[in-house]
Nanobody
Framework: QVVLVESGGGLAQPGGSLRLSCAAS????????MSWARQAPGKGLEWVAG????????FYEDSVKGRFTISRDNTKNTVYLQMNSLKPEDTAVYYC?????????WGKGTLVTVSS
């Protein structure tokens, strides 16, 4: 059974930082790419960042380039999202997800609120 559990969300001030984690289980973690997406209040789902299975490639949505960093530790079955220089518009529920074959798996999300 594939399980993805996000953690690390919370309240941050504009310009601040947070690090999100996503612990994975139930599949061979180092075989599959992982991604983060977010959903802001009243808006649709938005892809944020992705990383290859071995971490050799990372990809970012334009609005987070230079501020967010995706990484993974395949020994811990965990993917991270380091978020720096946070802006109020980064406020959203953040989800990690993966495709295994043709099946898409999602965590339940963690809320990030950026406000002074």
């Amino acid at each position: 059974q594939v399980v993805l559990v996000e953690s690390g969300g919370g309240l941050a001030q504009p310009g601040g930082s947070l690090r999100l984690s996503c612990a994975a289980s139930g599949f061979t973690f180092n075989t599959w790419a992982m991604s983060w997406a977010r959903q802001a209040p009243g808006k649709g789902l938005e892809w944020v960042a992705g990383i290859y299975s071995d971490g050799s490639g990372t990809f970012y949505e334009d609005s987070v380039k230079g501020r967010f960093t995706i990484s993974r530790d395949n020994t811990k079955n965990t993917v991270y999202l380091q978020m720096n220089s946070l802006k109020p518009e980064d406020t959203a529920v953040y989800y990690c997800y993966t495709w295994i074959g043709r099946v898409n798996y999602w965590g339940k999300g963690t809320l990030v609120t950026v406000s002074s």
